[in-house]
């Protein structure tokens, strides 16, 4: 999946984010307890289930840029990219047309550290957040392809990149779902 996060394809392009952050095991912050990585989903507008922020880009913002906005605007919350994760291809009703008759999108997608949750954001009234640990995030997960970006994309990325620094593992679970 990595690469480059340009993208020049016909299918509609899409910048996503992973939001994460950790959280002790216990309420202490002594060495002892053990730091857990949390990821924030969203509710989609459209029906059940949990998604990631997502959206397209304005033509003066770099990818990057799209992805932090979408988090603010979609989640209300702030932070810092951390690493490009990969392409991931889905269908999007919304975005059926003559160029991309079949709602064809290509999602760039982020690791962002959260590092500000907002008590007011744009879309706070039509958009509910919930921090979740991976193994309910992925049961959670609506598209397969949010579930494969989560457990073959976000983990992946986290073992390789973040997991031995920061001494917390990022558990995967092997489950699937049942969703397109």
Known sequence: MGGSTECSCDLWPQRLCIPYRYRRSDESSTANSKKIVEVLMINSTSGPGLLFPKGGWENDETVEEAAVREALEEAGVRGEIKGFIGYYKFKSKTHQDEITP???????????????????????STRKRKWLEIPEAVKQCRHAWMHEA???GFCKWYADNVETAEQVECPISSSSPDRD
């Not at 550290?113 to 954001?121: F, I, N, S």
């Open 102 to 124: 079949e709602g064809s999108c290509k999602a760039a997608m982020f690791a962002l550290l959260v590092k500000e949750e907002l008590d007011l954001w744009p879309e706070q």
């Open 150 to 152: 989560l457990t073959e």
